[in-house]
């Protein structure tokens, strides 16, 4: 920045317009600010300031040789948490990034004619995207327990946890952050998957999850908040959950039809659906209700009914499992609606 040219003089005197701007904008009194300073406590990384104010006032605090080699000594504990965890979330936003350049990269291959060496298949896309961002969690997951990361407040419990040990505000960031770090505490899960029959990622609940979050925003940070995480999607990516959210009624079937059952019969569904251990399913699959009939079959039998109705009467969603379920078109329009979004989208 230019500024290690300065002489002292001018350095006092920036400092003193930057202590200006803290006291105009956020109104924090002199005295804490040079308390702060004679403790080597970076105002960015103790107040909870929105991303876009944070990244301001880090540039004109100027980088960590400014608080000079002593400071560093007399940090408190609290300062150093903030500091840590502030290091760990930078850490993680900028693996995400380099994670979003590839994620990038796979999606221009799969818009590349067929004939192309390079190309790819939407099966192959949705399979290395998967890949990229479980790369990602893992990241963060292993930074986490990571000695170098081991004061940060990595976890909405922790933080809370720290907040109460040190009498400190329990919403220690600001509001967005605090939202951007819990969304991306939501991951895939793996379990058996009833309509497949096979113990895989349940990307749908995944979806599912991040969509609930999303809606549940404030309305005040809503915005902020969504404008930051469409950051780390790719076009095709962001496409694919908002036609996720269009094909909802067709996974929210499982649990109209299972409300239909009786309580015995809903617990016997809600096991076979849940269990990874097959001689489990097996027996399940074996429990009959007052008409010896099996349970688990008359749920499929009316789920697999009611599902191929609401196929045939909502092309806009039996068109989205076409494209992202590689479900066979029940009627012409789902046909024509496919066609659509793979033109829309610019598949091959």
């Not at 494209?323 to 979004?341: D, F, G, S, Y």
């Not at 033109?343 to 091959?348: A, M």
Request: net charge negative; hydrophobic share 35%.
């Amino acid at each position: 920045m230019g500024m290690l040219r300065m002489r002292p003089e001018e350095r006092l005197e920036y400092q003193k317009r930057v202590q200006e701007l803290w006291t105009q904008h956020f109104g924090i009194p002199l005295e804490i600010q040079e308390d702060a300073r004679k403790f080597g406590i970076k105002l960015t990384d103790w107040l909870p300031l929105s991303p876009e104010d944070r990244d301001l006032f880090r540039q004109l605090e100027g980088d960590d040789q400014w608080r000079g080699l002593s400071t560093h000594l007399r940090e408190s504990e609290v300062g150093q948490a903030f500091a840590h965890t502030r290091a760990f979330n930078d850490e993680v936003r900028a693996f995400r990034e380099g994670t979003v350049v590839d994620k990038q990269a796979l999606e221009q291959r799969l818009l590349l004619p067929e004939g192309n060496e390079n190309h790819i298949t939407l099966d192959t896309w949705e399979t290395l995207v998967k890949e990229e961002n479980a790369k990602a969690f893992l990241f963060r997951d292993n930074l986490a327990k990571s000695y170098k990361y081991s004061e940060a407040l990595t976890t909405f419990e922790k933080r809370m946890e720290f907040a109460r040990e040190h009498d400190e505000a329990p919403m220690i960031q600001h509001p967005t952050d605090e939202l951007i770090m819990m969304y991306f505490e939501i991951k895939p899960e793996t379990g058996f998957n009833p309509d497949t029959g096979n113990t895989e990622v349940l990307w749908e609940k995944f979806f599912t999850d991040r969509r609930i979050f999303k809606e549940s925003l404030p309305a005040r940070l809503r915005g902020e908040v969504l404008d930051v995480l469409n950051r780390w999607d790719t076009s095709m990516e962001s496409a694919r959950e908002q036609d996720f959210q269009i094909m909802q009624p067709y996974f929210d079937a499982r649990d109209l039809v299972l409300g239909t059952l009786s309580d015995e019969e809903r617990q016997v569904v809600a096991k076979w659906q849940t269990t990874d251990d097959p001689d489990t399913r097996v027996s399940l699959r074996e429990a009959q209700d007052d008409d010896g009939n099996s349970i688990v079959s008359k749920y499929q039998t009316t789920l697999g009914d009611f599902r191929a109705s609401l196929r045939e009467l909502q092309p806009e969603v039996d068109g989205r499992l076409v494209l992202w379920n590689r479900l066979a078109p029940r009627t012409e329009a789902a046909t024509e609606v496919a066609r659509q979004l793979r033109q829309q989208y610019g598949l091959r």
